[in-house]
């Protein structure tokens, strides 16, 4: 796996990162919105830069058929891992699909979905334009695109509640930062890449805020606890509303982008 970039933080990410509060609450928000707008089960989904699953195997789990889409061995392995846990049911919806997402319609054959899925992978790449593409192309008409990243609109917001100052100052101006996870990240808008899938043939329908309330505890030094079921359920809730309301969806450090394919396929 010396190629893999992800060899060294699946770990972090799969076992630690979705076992946190802020883990839970990012899973339990994008299930949530999802399920506005997915066509009905067992429809198909295409999960690009899935991961280890967090995100589509509760909806194999609810009757989905769902493709897992990944370059990374390592989150391939740990997705296979999650999938020995899961009802043998829901694990025979599951396929498994090693490759990157900017050759994704290649990767499974020209086949076409009721819904394609690309949460927190845009905010690694250069640029988004490939990768979106793909996504709009892989869906059927009248399928979902649901688009997942980071907002550039609050950039300031973490470094802000650091007490970073002179960082949170050249943020406002800024699309890139050092995520989280130490990795390199960039960020988009909601009017971008709204323009981006329409013009593709993706209308967009609605958008989201995902964190808000549990990025500004982490930021600023609280720390939730994650056995707490009472207040982890009561955070996820709130979480829930404040990411259809605004002024708080704008305030989101990452937002979820929901559109429909309703035409011909176009490119720029």
Known sequence: MGDDAWAGLADLFADEAYASVKGYVRTYVMHQQLLEHLPAPPATVLDVGGGAGHQSFPLAQAGYDVTLLDPSPAMLDKARQRLRRLPEEARQRVTLVEASGEDAE???????????????????????????????????????VSIMTSNAHAMAVRPALERRWDDA?????????????????????????????????????R???????????????TELDASDSKEV???AAVELEAGRRDPYRRLSRVFHLVGRKVGAETTD
């Open 106 to 144: 290649a990767a499974v054959a020209g086949r076409r979905f009721g819904a394609v899925l690309c949460h927190g992978v845009l905010g690694y790449l250069d640029q988004p334009e490939p990768m979106v593409d793909q996504l709009c192309r892989c869906a059927v008409d009248d399928g979902v």
């Open 169 to 205: 100052l050249a943020a406002f101006d800024s699309r890139r930062e050092i995520g989280v996870l130490g990795v390199p990240g960039r960020a988009d808008t909601v009017e971008e890449l709204s323009e981006l899938i329409r013009r593709r043939g993706v209308e967009p329908v």
């Open 207 to 221: 958008w989201y805020g995902v964190w808000l309330f549990v990025d500004w505890l982490e930021f600023g030094g």
């Open 233 to 235: 359920a009561a955070t």
